[in-house]
């Protein structure tokens, strides 16, 4: 069993930053790949980025390339998502999630542990 808690929410206007950071405790951080994913009010989960289990991977959605970057600390036994020129559609609820395998994926339903959620507000 992962738990796994998210912080670093909040409100932005457009064009500024803001850095999640999800913390995993439970079982050994390193034995597992990491991803974000998002949830607006009335859409579907959606994927963000994900991180390998060493860091050496990442994966990001086209809609964020370039302006979000996912890491992870291992020692820490936290992944990041750091994003940049945020825009008023990225708004929605930020989830990290944990799975247990060697490929990273896009697919919600690959990821064993997920978080409670994190609100990002980002204002026009």
């Known amino acids: 069993q992962v738990q796994l808690v998210e912080s670093g929410g909040g409100l932005v206007q457009a064009g500024g930053s803001l850095r999640l950071s999800c913390a995993a405790s439970?079982?050994?951080?390193?034995?597992?790949?990491m991803g974000w994913f998002r949830q607006a009010p009335g859409k579907e989960r959606e994927f963000v980025s994900a991180?390998?289990?060493?860091?050496?991977?990442?994966y990001n959605a086209p809609s964020v390339k370039g302006r979000f970057t996912i890491s992870r600390d291992n020692a820490k036994n936290t992944v990041y998502l750091q994003m940049n020129s945020l825009k008023p559609e990225d708004t929605a609820v930020y989830y990290c999630?944990?799975?247990?395998?060697?490929?990273?994926?896009?697919?919600?339903?690959?990821?064993?542990?997920w978080g409670q959620g994190t609100q990002v507000t980002v204002s026009s």
């Open positions: 999630a944990a799975r247990v395998g060697v490929v990273i994926t896009s697919i919600p339903r690959d990821y064993d542990y």
């Open positions: 991180i390998s289990k060493s860091g050496g991977s990442t």
């Open positions: 439970g079982r050994t951080f390193s034995n597992y790949a």
